[in-house]
Structure formats: C-alpha cells, structure tokens
C-alpha cells in the first residue's frame, strides 16, 4: 500500500522511496552491505582456547586461571583487519558472528547446536567441523562443570518448581525465570577513561607494586591476593598481546595492498597498535583504537549480559576530539566517520544465545551497546558539547541500529540539545533512549553512591546504569511473572497451562470471596508468595556464580576490585553499590484485571466472578460481550486515579517485600519493569485475563499500558506512570516505557516542539526512562506481507531498537498492536 510521503517519517522514507544519501559515507556503506542481513556465524575459536588453558590450569584461584585462559586465546585467536576498515579488531569471523561461552551453559551443545542454522528465532549457521570441534574438544571438558547444570541441581524442589519445566533446566516454566545461567554477568561499563588516560603499562604496574609490598608470610596474602594480582599481570599482558598482533597484521596487509590510500591507512592503523593500549592514547584515532580493543576483549573475557556498553563516550574522547580540532589533525566529517566504523563492527558482532529461554527473551539478534550522551558533569554542570551532537546527527543520519543511542535529560539540559533530541527521535528508527537525571540520581545517592559518582552516571542494558568503579553486583537476575499470582489467585494456586500442577498457593475457591478485600488479598498472597521464591532463587545464585566466573580484565580496570585484590565476581566488595533487581512482568495486564474485577464484580456487580471465570476459561469465546465490559472497565495508562491508585498500591507492596530481602541479603533488592521481549514468551503460559486479554498473547510490557487500554493521549500515560509510583520508597529501578506516535501528529516545527514538551515533562515527572515508536501502523503490516522491501526498517523494542523482519510474527504482532498516538 503506498503512503503519502508527508505522513512518513524519515526512516519510512529511506527504506519505501529508496531514499538514500550516501555521500561521504561511501566507505562504511560498503562494510555495511556486506554483511548487514547475512546469516551469522558461530565462531568456536574463543571456546576453544579458553576450554585449553582451563583444562591446563585445574586447581589454581579461578580468577588466575581466567586470566591465564584469556592471554591463550590472545596468544592464538585469529586477529582481523577487515577491508575498508579504519579499526583493528573483531573476536570472531568475517560477516556477522557470535563466540560461545561453554562455562556457562556447555550442557546444552549436545540438544542445540546442530539445530542453530534451522531455529525460528535469531537462527545462526555453524560448520560441520567447528561441530565436530566443539563436541570432541569443547564440551567433553565442560561435563558436568557448567554454571546451569551447577545451579539446576543446586535449587530447592519448590524453587525449581516454579523455574524449570523440565528435568534438566532446558525449558523455562516462565512463573519465576532465572536468567543468569545463560550469562556469566550482567550487562557491564569497562573504565574506557582509565585505559586511555593511563594505559596498561601503567596499570600492570600498579598490580606489580601491589604485589612487591604483600607480606607472604601472610596466608591471606599468600593464597588470595597474591595470585588475584598475578592474574592482574596476566591480563593486561593478555590484551597487549592481542592488540600488539595488529600490528604486524597491518604491515602485512600494507605490503601487499596496491592502493596507496589503503595502503597508507593500514600503516597508520599499524603505528596506532603500537600505541594503544599500552600507552597512554594522544589523539583521537588513537583514544577510538584503545577504546574498541578493551570493548572486544571483554566479549572475550565474559558473556556480560547482551552487552559491553560504551559508556559516556562524549565525555572521555571528547578532550582527544577537541584538541585534534583545534590543532588541525581532524575534521568533523573524518571524526563521524571513525564512529561510524565503529558502528558498522560493532553490529557484526551477535550475542549467541544458547539456551533456549535467552532466545526468548531477547529477540532480533538483540544487543545494545549503548553510547551515553549530555547529561551532567561530575561537578553538576550541563555535559553537553560538540561531539554530543556529532553523535545525534550520526544517528539521524545512518540506518543502524548500533549503537544504542542514550540521551542523559536534566531540568537544565538545554534547549538545543533537546531540539536535536526530538529531531532525532522524529527520524522514527527509535533512537534516542531517554534516562532522567532526576530520578537515577537521587536515587544512586541515597543508594550509598559518592555524588560526584552518581552524576557521573553511564546507561548500561536496556534502562540501567552503571558507576564503573562503583557498581559491584553482576548475577543476572529474576523475572517474576506476576500475570501467573493473577491466575493463580482465579484457579487457587493453578494454571490452566499446567493442568492440576498446584505452582502457588491455595488461597480458595475465588467464588466463595464475597468482597473485593478478599480477592486482593488472595491476589497479594500469590504475588508475595512469587516473590518470595524469587528472592530465595537469586540468593542461591549469588552464592553460586563465584565459584565459576572470573572476570581479570574487569578488575583490573576497577578501582575497588584493586583495592581490596578481589575478582569483581567476589560475592560482595567492600566499599561497593550492590544493585541487584527483580523483574516485574504484566503490570499493566495485573493492574487493568484487578481493576475490572473490583469495578465491575464486587462495586457495580454488573458481572459476577463466575461469568468472568467461565469467559476467561472460554478463551471468551461465546463470551464477546463480557469481554468488551471487561476491556472498558477503567485501565492503567488513562490518568485515571480509580486505577492507577490500585497500580500504586501493587508496586508499594512489592516494594516493602523487597526491602526486607534488602536487609536480609545486604544488597539493594529492586522492583524492575523492563521485560526486553520476554512479556511475548511470558505471556504464552498465561491463560485469558480479566482486563479481556486473549489466552497465550503478550502481556502488557514495562510500566507501559497494556495495548490498546491508553485511550487519553501519551500525556495521560507519563502521569498514570507518575501517579503509581511511591516516590517515598527507594526499593525501585528503571521503569521502561513505550510511547508509540503517528509520524504525521509530530510533523514540521510544530511536532519537533510537541516531543520537546513532552521530553520536558517526563523530566518534571521524575520518571525513570522514555522511549518512542513513529511509525506508520500500515507500514508495520506492509512490513510484515513483504518483508524483502522493508528490510532495513527499524523498530524500538525493549532497551534497543531492532530490524522488524528479524523479528517473530508475535513480536511483530506485540509492536503493531500498541497504542499509536495520534494527537497530544
């Protein structure tokens, strides 16, 4: 169906008219198409070095093993300088790639690994003789060693119960969802400005005076620390060795190149690797060198969630930037077309998930290395300078969805920079996140976090941020599916999907409750019995990541692991910020089904609980006319104080649970809404709910209203999300939120003001994160009939913008079927 071009966005644009301006990108446009939709490939190389050196090194501190793990696989891994490229470096084959991390989840190679290439969801190819490789060489070693099969055979009976649905803790049972054992760390911001500033000369040497001053007539100095800092040396040995290979990469390349351009290129790449990162970095070309290298080593290093972020990049190369301006070394054109290499590596690189449950949860080759701009200073000022908006007009400009582009909002951020925001956000590709100085601040402070720290703040994962020196706590954490209390307080302590399995509590027949107070309190018997389960799980995790993940490279780079000569796995760090979280999946869905039984059963009695029983059972088929009494009853998302005071209630309870885990565990216990896209998957286990959600479909996801139910406007659903929050707690997180907008409701001058506005009030609110969608709904379903045509077509998802076609049909179903704001 043909569009008017003045009712599409401009991504719309480039991808149905063709649209495309490649002057001055030529270079990365022809590293972008040649790989950009390939079928990825499962590089084995990192395994099989690290499962080598890990074979060798049985018995020895973990953390020194790692490290002597890592320096194998800089010592043999295949080094790369790809063509056109003006950055050495990648940690897999050519064309799109992902590494695999057998300590994790080895286990699953036998059932998975031949099926990759045929999967429906973010499907890999893997040669036969990396097969045989990884069967023969790899996973015998890991038998019996890996982090999964640790934690399946660790967790109590009724944990496990709620966690798995199988006997080996293959398949997710979707109630109470470990997600740690298909990574070894959460998501993780290196010091980049350490490295640059310093080096790992300098940095090897602060481990070496370390060690010379240990008193090794001192057992804890003799066992412990004296073998933490070997591995310290070891690592910064390991990445020197590994960027140093380049070098000799370079020369070689340039001998045989006959074009003296590239040629002169790979011999300045050359000249650079042999700066960086050992040495202190001196310009620009040569801080975006040491900066990619310690960024691909860490994929080496860890599976540290989806991904490495890149932190506040306008921030630590900004010095390099300026002075190579204003000394005449660089350009701006030549500045973006640096990043814009970065970019174009950056997406090559796929995080490969295994286990089949990380597939679900994070769909569309999903990972987001996020680039953090604007901002505060560490002393309170506006951070906001030239290469922030480099890095904005970057973003309009160049249809990728890497990196993940995420703008720092203050009440004095200034007008400029929320213009180009809002133009940015206008090019409907998703990008800019929004993170709220207001709220995150605040909240790091009376966490225990330095001020200075806590302004210094980098988006890290989908909403999170991290403190690199700061921040200590890296298990991946619980998604608790609270659709599934709702049902169980319906069927006493039942799913439908699981037969007469009782999962949670029986807290009665729902049809002997005479008053809404009875129901509630069933509902929050079964939410806080999940919660407890939750929490159970997460502490057996933490106790069990340490004994198998090490992370040397992390360490080092981290002024408290240096402190006090522990990995920065160690269950708890003196001096640290622990912040661990829970996942609260269906709000919206939970929120709009109490409501309507409250409404409509016990206050107007228009309906009776049996007939909603009896409708959802029915999948409300028969049962239209409940269903559309259900769907109008009052629904989170509205403004509507009825509802969103039943919304606020539910977090507030939540809340006081996890604060007591808080003291139990010592460590910050946080309520979290931020699903990625495992709401999809959740919602396959949860039958039809009471706000007229059909059976098996998507729950409502983050602290976004379920789809359709925001009928007032994107204003009415910033203050629903401000008017359930419980601002007087501190047991909380990132909130995410979607806002999905017609491109012709923000169009011209007019609209860019509007998006401005209402980024202004968001701030005001002091709500956590903000995000948007600006697409045409009919370009989605063109989309979805001809998916060859619109290829490149960007959606914002979770935390990370992905391509639409990558996606399965009930992604793209969950995406189409938002709210699509009109007018505000």
Known sequence: ????????????????????????????????????????????????????????TEGELLTLRWAKALKNVAEKITVWITPDQLLAGRVGKLGRYGILYPE???????????????????????????????MEDIAPYWEGKTYHEHLNKTLPAEIRGVTYDDERGLKSKFVVSETSSYRSALQWVPDYEKVLKRGFIDIQNEAKAKLAQLDLNNSVDLWDKKPFLEAMIIVCDAIMIWAGRHVQLAKDLAAKESDPKRKAELLQIAEICERVPAHPARTFREAMQCQWFVQMFSRIEQKASAIISNGRMDQYLYPYYEKDIEEGRLTREEAKELLECMWVDMAQFIDLYINPTGVEFQEGYAHWEAVTIGGQTREGEDATNDLTYLFLESKREFPLNYPDLAARIHSRSPERFLYEVALTIKDGSGFPKLINDEEVILLN???????????????????????????????????????????????????????????????GDPLGFKTWEEFYEAYKAQHLNLLHK????????????????????????????????????????????????????????????????????????????????????????????????????????????YVDSIAKDVDRFTQVEAEKSSEERGIHVDVRYVPITSH?????????????????????????????????????????????????????????????????????????????????????????????????????????????????????????????????????NDIIDRTEHSGF
Request: proline share 4%; hydrophobic share 35%; aromatic share 8%.
């Open 445 to 507: 402070t009376v966490k225990g976090c330095p001020m200075d720290e806590a302004l210094d703040y980098a988006v890290s994962g989908c909403t999170e941020t991290r403190m690199p020196n700061r921040d200590t706590y890296t298990s991946g954490c619980v998604y608790v599916n609270f659709a599934t209390a709702l049902e169980m307080a319906l069927y006493n302590g039942r799913m439908l999907r699981y037969g007469d399995e009782l999962i949670g509590l029986e807290t």
């Open 1 to 56: 169906m043909s569009q008017c071009s003045c009712c599409m966005s401009p991504q719309e644009d480039r991808v149905i008219n063709k649209n495309i301006n490649r002057q001055g990108r030529e270079r990365v446009y022809k590293i972008l198409e040649r790989n950009q939709f390939s079928l990825p490939h499962v590089d084995v190389e990192r395994a099989k070095y690290f499962t080598e050196s890990m074979r060798e």
């Open 534 to 641: 939750a929490f159970q799980q997460q502490h057996v995790v933490d106790k069990l990541r340490p004994q198998h993940f090490a992370a040397p490279l992390s360490s080092v780079l981290h002024d408290l692991c240096m402190e006090n000569m522990l990995d920065l796995h160690t269950e708890k760090i003196p001096g640290g910020v622990d912040y661990s979280y829970f996942e609260f999946l269906g709000y919206g869905t939970v929120v709009d089904s109490l409501a309507a039984i409250k409404k409509l059963v016990f206050e107007e009695k228009k309906l009776s609980l049996k007939e909603v029983l009896d409708a959802c059972k029915a999948d409300f088929k028969g049962y239209e006319p409940v269903r559309e009494m259900l769907r109008n009853a009052p629904c989170y998302g509205n403004n509507d104080p």
């Open 680 to 812: 999809v998957p959740f919602g396959k286990v949860v039958a039809a709910t009471p706000n007229g959600r059909h059976a098996w479909t998507a729950l409502s996801d983050g602290s976004s209203a379920s789809h359709g139910a925001d009928k007032n406007g994107p204003t009415a659903v910033l203050l629903s999300n401000y008017h359930s929050k419980n601002y007087g707690m501190i047991n909380r997180a990132s909130r995410l939120l979607n806002i999905k907008l017609s491109p012709k409701c923000v169009a011209g001058e007019e609209g860019t003001e509007k998006i401005v506005n209402l980024i202004r009030t968001w701030c005001d609110l002091k709500l956590w994160h903000l995000q948007f969608n600006i697409v045409n709904k009919q370009t989605l379903l063109n989309a979805q009939k001809d998916p060859d045509n619109y290829r490149s077509l960007l959606v914002r998802i979770a935390g990370y913008s992905a391509y639409f076609c990558d996606l399965s049909r009930d992604l793209q």
């Open 104 to 134: 994790i989840d080895g286990d699953f190679y036998r059932e998975v690994l031949a099926d990759l290439e045929h999967r429906d969801k973010s499907p890999f190819q893997i040669s036969r003789e990396d097969i045989k490789t990884v």
